[in-house]
């Protein structure tokens, strides 16, 4: 599986950036991607994902989202300007 280029954590909620490529009026662009997911541990000790919140993780849920947005827009604007992010 390809790896994030960022990853974003606030408690057990976390997002991923992924840069994917995709053919559009047969050329090839490239395009972020964000995967969003809570991990917790089961009671038998095994780790789980889940995409169901608690009311208390819907902060940590916007926040990594907001980051993520915040770093595929930015670095999205970047390469077009040809500048690297950060």
Do not use: H, I
Request: charged share 30%; with cysteine.
């Amino acid at each position: 599986m390809a790896q994030p280029e960022m990853r974003f954590r606030c408690g057990r909620c976390e997002a991923a950036v992924f840069e994917n490529e995709v053919e559009r009026n047969g050329a090839k662009v490239k395009m972020k991607k964000v995967t969003f997911q809570k991990r917790y541990k089961s009671p038998d000790g095994g780790w789980k994902t889940t995409y169901t919140l608690d009311v208390n993780e819907l902060p940590k849920a916007v926040l990594v989202l907001s980051k993520a947005y915040e770093y595929a827009v930015l670095a999205n604007d970047a390469g077009e300007n040809g500048q690297t992010p950060g």
